[in-house]
């Protein structure tokens, strides 16, 4: 070892080596620390904070409705008739109000005597809208009076009167309006995805009975009107997800309290073997489920196994029905209230509170023994249900086993597979070719060294409509399923281990038509259904080749990607110049497939995210299923969406 060396790198490192970022400049610093990411998903979770915050205001008792409009300039505003922020004097020295949106983890969320139970918990919300926004604008309606704050990337941009903010107007209203413009220089767009802004509006709306959610669309082309009020509550939020779907018997629900902690629980089994347990806590959807299901989950199985077997159905035998089995069929949502929870993440994707499991278990174990009791035949449809789904499941394993009973290294199950040298998993990457064409010249082109190539023939099976032993017989499946190395899960079980997975990015690379439309359709079908950690932790990609080749008669080549850009280059290019269509990958040779879809230096590739797994399961299932007519009317509706190729 150099001594020297490591001295003089020591004296390096120093007092003056320590960064501290002043005020809200950790946020735009690392936005995806506190909003999850700046994509789409991340740009709507501005909304849903400032929402969260006026939910809050309705759980604490004094706000029954909010106003959610999506502004035609590209910002959107948020509206309650709660109390307002706090605008008198903070000990601080300033106002409350301008405490709260520039300060991290300041707000009313850490005083028990403000909000029982709260969904913006980190007291960061507010103050991370402000700092991920071009400008946001506070209105307070509170003692009779209009007080007004704005901000520009977080800074103030208005002086306070001896530290209170300024009086606009006088009223006799109470409430908050914010509204807030995202800056462009953070997210990569910064137009609201209003399918996912409604379907989180209208879904707090089933969490909370007793509210109203108005939304506006004031853009350009996206007029829109909706109040979101559902009295049902979580009986009405399952009766909507199962709307098309054939039932057994009505949706039970039940809640009860204890500790301070309360619990609501909506169920309903369908004649289809799928499961979807949805959790929720504080208002919040924890994607990730956590403690609250966990406790949901176990005693619902304990239970059912016992009825089981006092009803003689599980004899002396029979092992128990597992979790999987019990839940077939099964939708339920899990909500609970907390008064101190805990979180994985400033995104709330997973709740860590113990207590919530045991009072959960509680709750489920006393609530659904006293409604079986007296439900008997209900009873019987649920066992029946996990009784099907058992035989299922003993026959299926039969068949994982004659499947992977096989080399259990069968890279190469039709013979096209070409490998990469590289075995380190984070360096290497699989691209997923269709046709022997564009196999072909993609095998050339590639590099070897950490590049794998898999050619299939057309387009594979469709397996929303297939049952387990077709999908595992079809040869294509098979071989990208051994090529992955991380196996499948799906509804009887669960395979699927990511930390085995061989290639960080697995990329599909399909034709810019119709039919390559079609093939990664597919494709992202089996990829969500079996293996969707695969998506959710951002390993499946979209190469883009391009679609057109412009050669002027002077300057250099360019590679047009879509219409939009072939539209700007006509519009920006002096002169002739000869454009080339591609038809296919396969009329590319290796060295323009190398330079346009290949090359990490060059190419384009869309990472493939999913905000709302709700809404994303829905979607798949309306349109890679059976049924003609909701397909037909999705397509309708959004038809001005696609972008078609003539």
Known sequence: ?????????????????????????????????????????????????????????????????????????????????????????????????????????????????????????????????????NRLTVRVKKNGCIYEDSYEKGIPTLDLVDGLLPVVGKTRETGTTINFLPDDTIFDKTRFKEEEVKNRLHETAYLNPELTIIYEDKRVNSEEYIEFHEPDGLVGYIQDMNASRETIHDVIYFKGESEGISVEVAFQYINEFHETVMGFCNNIYNAEGGTHITGFKTMFTTVINNYARGLNILKDKDPNFTGTDVRNGMTAVVSV??????????????????????????????????????????????ISCAEKAAKIRKSEEKAKTNMLSKPKFSFDSNGKLANCESKDAKKCEIFIVEGDSAGGSAKTARNRAFQAILPIRGKILNVEKASIDKILANAEIKTMINAFGCGFSEGYGN?????????????????????????????????????????????????????????????????????????????????????QRYKGLGEMDAEQLWETTLNPETRKMKLVEIEDARYASRVTEMLMGSEVPPRKAFIYEHATDAELDV
């Open 337 to 382: 209230k907390h008064p101190d929870p805990r979180f994985e993440g400033q995104t709330k994707t997973k709740l860590d509170n113990q207590d919530a499991a045991k009072i959960v278990s509680k709750v489920t174990g006393e609530e659904i023994v006293r409604y079986f009791d007296r439900n008997l035949e209900t009873l019987k449809s649920v």
């Open 495 to 579: 395979d699927f281990d990511i930390s085995k997975l061989r290639y960080d990015k697995i990329i599909i690379m399909a034709d810019a038509d119709v039919d390559g439309a079609h093939i990664s359709t597919l494709l992202l079908t089996l990829f969500y259904r079996f293996m969707p950690e695969l998506i959710f932790e951002g390993h499946v990609y979209i190469a883009m080749p391009p679609l057109y080749k412009a050669m002027p008669a002077k300057g250099k080549e360019e590679y047009l990607y879509d219409d939009k850009a072939l539209e700007k280059y006509r519009k920006t290019h002096k002169g002739s110049f000869t454009l």
């Open 1 to 133: 070892m150099d001594t020297k060396k490591l001295n003089a790198a020591e004296s390096d490192y120093g007092a003056s080596n320590i960064t501290v970022l002043e005020g809200l400049e950790a946020v735009r610093r690392r936005p995806g620390m506190y909003i999850g990411s700046v994509s789409t998903k991340g740009l709507n979770h501005l909304i849903y904070e400032i929402v969260d915050n006026s939910v809050d205001e309705h759980l604490a008792g004094y706000c029954s409705k909010i106003y959610v409009t999506l502004e035609e300039d590209g910002s959107a505003t948020v509206s309650d008739n709660g109390r307002g922020i706090p605008v008198e004097m903070h000990e601080k020295g300033i106002s409350a109000e301008r405490l709260v949106f520039t300060t991290l983890h300041a707000g009313g969320k850490f005083d028990d005597s403000a909000y029982k139970t709260s969904g913006g918990l980190h007291g960061v919300g507010s103050s991370v809208v402000n700092a991920l926004s």
